[in-house]
């Protein structure tokens, strides 16, 4: 195994690799390049300012080892690369090619999607937001519009947050003018706190949806209207929608004629839509410079096309996790981003991560399942969280550490010379300990975390994503699995409406019942008891709440538990 010193790396400005492998599937010779690495374990982009670290990545030894046992994988990475960005269909499970990469292309090959249509788009989604910011566009009561609430799920809902958190961190709220409030979850609890912070008559509901029926966030947007037309409030002045072209959202928001309608591409998908209008509508109204985003993301596609493999940053991430994950098994990947900014890096990964590379099956059908779990947070509060465990518990792990160079502010403090000097301190402490206790860890730093090093960081590990997903042969850009607890949460959704009508119709009672024996009573053939029982017990914590169970006003509803089981009463 080839040692690294601890410092002092050794510098290797221009190095030529011939690598030739025995294996008959290969049939030319493939030549690395290394050019701008001080050594094969720093990667280093003079003009960004970004640097990655692998000497710790212990469970490689050596990338000029490691790198050529994977050259078929990295053909295959190439040829996918030029497919996606020529726009073949890659996903071939919903049939449609991947664009995201071709948002902020410079050169893009297909027609009407490149780095300059899209500052085009963010300019079209910046005049109206900046004319409703400056109170130029106003609702009919003649005042300013004061909040504005994303509405949207998943990947409609990460990207924005993230981005906002970023400049803002979570004071957001308070800061920004026009507020900016966030719904995700069908959840009435915090959708009424919201109802309660904002000022309705002067609102905006901006609904994310790529698909435009996701049932979590359409239920939350009826909510809205619904309040909306009790207070005699038109729909179209309080809601903008970010959909695709004629989606169920695209027709609604046409109907009820929204101040505005972004559409984004049907090849964009939902987890990397952050480049899009879905970033550039929240950006927008947070008085944020999305294109400094997206030219961070354009900067590290360039360096994340490099064809010599050993001056390709994803590539050398991806080769590192795959080799790590098949040699040891490493299967979690933690993320300590050591800034509050990036507080909802680590959220925003977990879904870019495992919706993408957790799969059942490999792009032949076969059954191979993958996958590849991501926690984290912000260090050093995760220190005094999990931090103990990935330490000295199960070593089931890798870890990437991410921080910035550059500081704005600092303050003094007698034990570290400044707070940013502490920060310091706890970036190195941990990855000492790392070491100590034989963790492998890659260490990313960059300059500063301005929306253009988010950008660089963002599409890194889109990158890295897409190459680990060549290397496991599987198809990064579906979720069929989602589907799974979509399907049955419609199917509760129907039973729910199904036992509230049987019950109101006849003013059905019953005392001291199994939820079988209520099926039999509600005259339901067959009938799922696990959602039944479910239904029954809601009924009677919230059966007289308004709003729940509007059909069963008057009614009253108990639950027994007895010998193990529940018992159902109801009456009128
Ligand atoms: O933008 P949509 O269509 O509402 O979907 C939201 C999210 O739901 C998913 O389809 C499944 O979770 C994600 O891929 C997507 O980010």
């Known amino acids: 195994m080839k040692q690294v010193p601890h410092s002092g790396l050794h510098s290797i400005s221009s190095r030529q690799f011939r690598v030739e492998i025995f294996d008959t599937r290969i049939l030319d010779r493939i030549d690395f390049q290394i050019e701008k690495m001080s050594s094969p374990f720093v990667f280093y982009d003079h003009e960004s300012g970004i640097k990655i670290d692998f000497t710790h990545f212990s469970t490689v030894s050596s990338f000029d080892d490691v790198v050529p046992t994977y050259i078929t994988e990295i053909r295959e990475i190439f040829k996918t690369l030029k497919r996606i960005e020529k726009g073949d269909i890659v996903n071939h499970t919903e049939k449609r090619a991947v664009d995201h990469y071709n948002l902020r292309m410079s050169e893009s090959p297909v027609v009407g999607k490149s780095l ?126 970010i959909t695709t072209k004629l989606s169920m959202l695209d027709k609604y928001a046409a109907e009820h004629k929204f101040i505005g309608v972004f559409n984004m591409h049907n090849e964009t998908g939902g987890r990397t839509s952050v480049g899009s209008p879905v970033g550039m509508v929240p950006c ?151 070491v100590k206790n034989k963790v492998p860890f890659f260490d990313i730093s960059l300059l500063s975390p301005s929306l253009f090093s988010i950008g660089m960081l963002v599409a890194l590990q889109e990158r890295v994503v897409s190459f680990l997903a060549v290397m496991k042969r599987l198809n990064a850009y579906d979720q069929p699995g989602v589907q799974d607890g979509k399907l049955s949460a419609k199917a509760m959704d129907k039973l729910s409406l199904e036992t509230e009508a049987a019950m109101a119709e006849g003013k059905v009672s019953f005392e001291k019942k199994s939820a079988e024996e209520v099926a039999v009573i509600l005259k339901f053939d067959e009938v799922n008891l696990f959602f039944l029982e479910a239904i029954l017990m809601d009924m009677c914590e919230n059966i007289k709440l308004e709003g729940s169970y509007g059909k069963l006003k008057g009614a009253e509803m108990k639950f027994e538990f007895i010998d193990g089981q529940f018992f159902f009463t109801m009456s009128w």
């Open 284 to 434: 927008a109204f947070a008085g944020l410079d999305f294109s400094a985003f997206v030219k961070g993301q354009s900067h590290m596609d360039s360096l994340t096309r490099r064809e010599d493999a050993l001056s390709n940053p994803a590539l050398l991430m991806a080769v590192a996790i795959h080799h790590s994950t098949i040699t040891v098994g490493h299967k979690n990947m933690i993320v300590l981003a050591y800034c509050d900014a990036l507080r909802e890096f680590a959220h925003y990964l977990q879904q870019l991560w495992m919706e993408s590379l957790g799969k059942k099956h490999d792009t032949a059908g076969r059954v191979h399942p993958e996958g590849q779990s991501v926690f984290g947070g912000v260090g050093t509060s995760e220190q005094h969280a999990f931090m103990q465990q990935v330490q000295q518990g199960i070593h089931d792990c890798f870890i990437q550490l991410i921080s910035f160079r550059r500081r704005e502010t600092d303050f003094p403090i007698t034990s570290s010379g400044s707070m940013g000097r502490q920060l310091l301190s706890f970036v190195k402490g941990t990855e000492d300990a790392l």
């Open 116 to 241: 300059a249509e899209t500052l085009k788009q963010w300019e079209d989604v910046k005049k109206l937001c900046d004319s409703i910011r400056a109170g130029e566009l106003k609702p009919a009561c003649g005042e300013k519009y004061s909040d504005i609430i994303f509405n949207g799920i998943g990947g409609s809902y990460l990207g924005p947050l993230m981005l906002i958190i970023s400049a803002y961190t979570d004071q957001f709220c308070s800061v920004c003018e026009p507020k900016l409030h966030f719904i995700s979850n069908s959840d009435p609890e915090s959708f009424s706190k919201i109802l309660g912070r904002v000022n309705l008559p002067t609102s905006i509901m901006v609904t994310i949806s790529k698909s435009g029926s996701t049932a979590e966030t359409r239920g939350n947007m009826e909510a809205f209207n619904a309040i909306l037309e009790k207070n005699s409030l038109p729909k179209g002045e309080h809601n903008i929608a």
